[in-house]
């Protein structure tokens, strides 16, 4: 699902291997991540939507651990 933003979308790719819950974002602190409403960041993994949180610096963290080979999308907006 791609939504309109003012701000550029971002997709970042992982895979999971059963144990790691932090992924950090290309974006980095650049990432849009204190306005839910307005800037959402989108995560799935193989293809169903999941719940995220990211912290400040880009961190994305996902738990329980994706499972080992779990393709992971997060879609995050990001200031220029």
């Given amino acids: 699902v791609i939504i309109h933003t003012r701000y550029p979308i971002w997709f970042d790719y992982f ?5 790691k ?3 950090t ?5 650049d990432v849009i991540h ?3 409403t307005t800037s959402p960041i989108r995560c799935f993994v193989d293809g169903v939507a999941t719940a995220v949180t990211v912290d400040a610096l ?5 738990s329980p651990a994706p ?3 779990a393709l992971i999308v ?3 907006e990001y200031e220029l």
Avoid: C, P, R, Y
Avoid at 58 to 62: D, E, K, S
């Fill in 67 to 69: 499972s080992d080979g």
């Fill in 25 to 29: 974002l290309t974006k980095g602190a």
């Fill in 58 to 62: 880009g961190v994305a963290t996902i």
């Fill in 15 to 19: 895979e999971g291997d059963g144990t």
């Fill in 21 to 23: 819950t932090e992924f």
């Fill in 74 to 76: 997060i879609q995050s």
């Fill in 34 to 36: 204190d306005a839910a």
